[in-house]
């Protein structure tokens, strides 16, 4: 690999583009409207209610967080055993719930995120849920409820395939998409956002290893994927909107 790609890969991770950043000039420093918090609804779509993740995640969880740290591992076999509602609403609280809205342009979440911005949308493509239809759905924080996007009885196929063919995501209960809106960050840190965006995706996914690891859950992160072929399938237009991340999650085997 050549010598100036490598120092290009290398520049990303350090933080010296602090120093050649014109905060002056970002959109927060400007006065400008901050971009909304979560993407909006379609309103023809159909909504399912999901019942609180928090208190779903306390009842649920059958390891104390010391145990949950000291065997979370990644898990790549799943049981063909259902989730329930609630073990879903438990593992998007726990990834990426809200806990309180400070104001029309902060919300604090369940995770760490460079001031507060939480540049991401959880998509998932569902296999197994309870009372839920296979394909495409989108997580909305603010009102606890899931957004069907698109029916589809192959689903895991398809993510499977968008994943570089990684075969065993196709047997997951749950694939967990990650995109991010990079504008949220751009908004306030200019050209120093897209460090933060990549570090707070870790946060994120961190979560939902822990509270997979309490409820018995099987996780495993994904990092390599084919990044038109998520876009696609998760219906985003890889610009202004694009997958960041994903994890497969199922019950583990007995």
């Given at each position: ?6 120092d ?18 970002t ?20 909504l ?23 065997n979370?591992?990644?898990?790549r076999t ?34 760490p ?13 569902v296999d ?22 698109r029916?589809?009885?192959?689903i ?16 997951a209960?749950?694939?967990f ?6 504008a ?33 859950i ?11 072929q998520c ?6 237009d ?17």
């Amino acid at each position: 690999m050549a010598s100036m790609e490598i120092d290009k890969g290398r520049f990303f991770l350090k933080d010296s583009i602090r120093q050649f950043v014109q905060f002056a000039s970002t959109g927060q420093a400007q006065h400008l409207p901050a971009p909304p918090l979560e993407k909006s609804c379609p309103a023809d779509l159909p909504l399912v209610h999901l019942p609180s993740g928090k208190e779903a995640l306390q009842c649920l969880a059958v390891q104390p967080l010391g145990e949950c740290i000291a065997n979370r591992e990644s898990i790549r076999t799943y049981s063909q055993e259902s989730f329930t509602l609630a073990e879903l609403s438990a593992l998007l609280w726990a990834a990426q719930g809200l806990r309180q809205q400070v104001s029309h342009s902060t919300a604090l979440r369940t995770v760490p995120s460079a001031g507060a911005r939480h540049a991401f949308e959880t998509y998932l493509a569902v296999d197994r849920v309870d009372s839920l239809q296979k394909g495409i759905y989108r997580y909305l924080p603010f009102s606890g409820q899931l957004v069907f996007l698109r029916p589809d009885e192959d689903i895991q196929t398809f993510a499977a395939t968008a994943c570089l063919h990684q075969g065993w995501m196709s047997k997951a209960a749950v694939n967990f998409f990650w995109a991010t809106i990079p504008a949220r960050m751009e908004w306030r840190y200019g050209l120093a956002a897209h460090k933060t965006i990549a570090l707070d995706a870790g946060h994120v996914c961190q979560n939902l290893y822990l509270a997979g690891q309490a409820m018995g859950i099987g996780v495993c992160a994904v990092a390599a994927y084919h990044q038109e072929q998520c876009d696609m399938l998760l219906g985003l237009d890889g610009e202004e909107e694009f997958t960041i991340y994903a994890a497969a999650t199922g019950k583990k085997q007995v």
